[in-house]
């Protein structure tokens, strides 16, 4: 029998086509870990509600400022052996709190993996050790950009997804304005709270135990550079 498909974009209904049985958890995660499943775009599950976002990441709010975050992290948690940094098409997952993602970052460190605070959950479709296709449970850290497409869900309907799975802590970060915006989130009874700035606009990340504070600098003849600095807080 040919399956019943939802169409996501009117304006163009070949954008994006939704199997019936997607619609559930479960579901949703039997179209991720299948070839019918877009290669391009980023879709979540919002306990029971999909949200798409195909639209294409800006080079210079977005892309430079990933790559940055990237960079930084890895030299703090991957150079000194403390865990794994991803990006980009890696998935995070709660079943618990019926939520799965394709966050910008994931750091997880290798406590949380051994103590079993966080599963790496393998590709059903793709046999073999690496095939990783998402982490569940209690990551360490998410890192979320904003774009113009996705303010909404970034800033309002993913923190208290996230609160429920026990992601100890959420960083939010725009540059589409004048003055960036770094917001520090971290899990205090089950809910987000801010870590105010200092008067230089250190935050500090319990987490990961030190101070961030985010720059961007003009650098012809490419538009913007972002230096993600850090201390020992």
Partial sequence: MALRHETVYEDDPESLRIPA??????????????????????IDFLG??????????????????KVEVV??????????????????????????????TEPDVITIFRESVESGLVRLVPSRRRKGEASVLAF??????????V???????????????YARAGVCELWLLDARKPDIRFDVLTLEDGAYAPVA???????HSPRLGRAFRLQRFHQPPFPWRYRLEHRVA
């Fill in 21 to 42: 049985y997607a619609h559930t958890f479960e579901g949703f995660w039997r179209w991720v870990d299948s070839d019918a499943f877009p290669v391009a775009g980023r």
């Fill in 48 to 65: 029971g509600e999909i949200e798409a976002d195909m639209s294409p990441e800006d080079g210079y709010t977005h892309g430079a400022l």
């Fill in 71 to 100: 960079r930084t992290l890895g030299s703090l948690i991957i150079d000194t052996d403390l865990g794994d940094v991803q990006a980009d098409s890696t998935r995070f997952r709660s079943p618990f709190a019926a939520v799965t």
């Fill in 136 to 145: 569940e449970g209690a990551v360490d850290l998410i890192v979320e950009i």
């Fill in 147 to 161: 774009s113009n497409s996705s303010v909404g869900k970034d800033l309002k309907r993913l923190p208290p997804f």
């Fill in 197 to 203: 700035p200092d008067g230089d606009g250190w935050r």
